[in-house]
């Protein structure tokens, strides 16, 4: 009796400790290339250090954050992620729901029409921001060439402001949201078909069953990919870079590639750079936990 309760607790040790075992090779990696850079960044945002100076810098406590706040180019930059994020997400977002929709009801070719969809995401950012500007740039892109064939005036496209502004949102839009589309695909072929031949009994239309069945049903990977997309979002630059490089004037300077180019590139002030990054590390953990509070975690 004595050995099988032994047996038994063991049994029940290893339950609790294997687990963590398997999970401990992806929490090192996570930890070593996730969590102590962002410390590591912190810490430097309360210096002054200097990217060809790294072992001579001081603590300078909450002066580069005072800074940010009265720098007009980071909050332009900032206000232009801010925007980005308010547009793009929403239209990825919808995009791919009702992408997803379609493609899982009983169509000819679906196959092709996922792939159709799919194969942007399978393109590195660098590569979209050459194509789109292939496509989009001055006299030499597809656009121009082909409304200067119908005797239309050749358009400023990309150094248009206004214009070039939207060619980044056009191009996040279709290279992300296929990406997004499959989770909400895994996420409907879950759903329960009796949950719809109930609704049918019921006389509910398809309007019913959206609201009712399909959109909450939805709640967990709304949720995920709520959250992924707008990372990303905020994230964005190897697009901007290839597609306009910031401009015409600053227009599409987004707040990663603000980073970037003080850390990296114009004043080597990696002080003030991690401090930008903590910024915005605020915000996107801001917008996370909204959404998160306000989807109930994913759960009914």
Do not use: C
């Not at 940010?68 to 547009?87: G, I, Q, S």
């Not at 590569?127 to 740039?137: D, K, R």
């Not at 398809?206 to 990977?221: C, E, G, M, N």
């Amino acid at each position: 009796m004595k050995n099988e309760k032994q047996s038994f607790k063991a049994y029940k040790m290893k339950q609790k400790v294997i687990p963590y075992l398997f999970l401990t090779p992806n929490l090192l990696i996570f930890s070593i290339f996730i969590i102590l850079p962002a410390l590591i960044g912190l810490y430097y945002s309360f210096t002054d250090v200097n990217l060809f100076h790294m072992n001579e810098f001081s603590l300078i406590g909450f002066q580069n954050y005072v800074r940010l706040f009265k720098d007009a180019e980071f909050l332009a930059a900032l206000w232009n992620t801010v925007k980005l994020v308010v547009v793009s997400v929403p239209i990825i977002f919808v995009s791919a729901m009702a992408i997803a929709m379609l493609i899982v009801q009983p169509l000819r070719a679906k196959g092709f029409y996922r792939a159709t969809y799919y194969w942007p995401v399978m393109i590195s950012a660098i590569v979209v921001g050459i194509i789109w500007n292939w496509i989009l740039g001055g006299s030499f892109g597809l656009f121009n060439t082909f409304i200067t064939k119908l005797g239309f005036a050749e358009s400023d496209t990309l150094i248009n402001p206004n214009f070039a502004w939207w060619s980044i949102v056009l191009a996040i839009v279709w290279s992300r949201t296929g990406y997004y589309m499959i989770i909400f695909m895994a996420a409907l072929l879950s759903i329960p078909e009796s949950l719809y031949e109930a609704s049918d009994m019921d006389g509910a239309n398809k309007v019913q069953k959206f609201r009712f069945i399909t959109y909450p049903s939805l709640r967990a990977a709304r949720l995920m990919v709520f959250i992924l997309v707008t990372m990303e979002v905020f994230k964005t630059y190897p697009i901007v870079v290839k597609l306009t490089a910031g401009g015409p004037s600053n227009a599409t300077t987004y707040t990663v590639q603000y980073i970037y180019e003080t850390a990296f590139s114009t004043t080597y002030d990696v002080g003030y750079a991690s401090a930008m990054s903590m910024i915005l590390l605020l915000f996107v953990t801001i917008l996370t936990a909204a959404n998160f509070f306000l989807n109930k975690g994913g759960t009914d």
